[in-house]
């Protein structure tokens, strides 16, 4: 199980710190990952960090937001600065275990709105 938190209402320009703990499954041998989604939208990959601690970043992310892990605490974090209205969407944590013979698991999401 993955919970994310941290969502909430920034102005333009604000930062926010968005969490995933995971619950029942250890992350060491996961490709975690944040992705988000507007309604009516697909649902789009904003960043992932591999078992390795590399990282990938959406063009939209680039510069601006930053994925990181601690397998210890089994935890993931996506540090969002500068925000936008268009980053307004709900953000959800993916646990991708494919590679080491696990399943995926996703997040029940966390809504980011920033607005003036």
């Known amino acids: 199980q993955l919970v994310e938190s941290g969502g909430g209402t920034a102005l333009p320009g604000e930062s926010l710190r968005l969490s995933c703990v995971a619950s029942?499954?250890?992350?060491?041998?996961?490709?975690m990952g944040w992705y988000r989604q507007v309604p009516g939208m697909q649902r789009e990959m904003v960043a992932h960090?591999?078992?390795?601690?590399?990282?990938d970043y959406a063009k939209f992310a680039k510069g601006r937001f930053s994925i990181s892990r601690d397998n210890a605490k089994d935890m993931t974090w996506l540090q969002l600065n500068y925000l936008k209205p268009e980053d307004t969407a709900v953000y959800y944590c993916?646990?991708?275990?494919?590679?080491?013979?696990?399943?995926?698991?996703w997040g029940q999401g966390t809504q980011v709105t920033v607005s003036s």
């Open positions: 993916k646990a991708d275990g494919r590679y080491s013979g696990n399943g995926i698991f």
């Open positions: 029942g499954i250890g992350i060491t041998n996961f490709v």
């Open positions: 960090i591999t078992t390795e601690g590399f990282t």
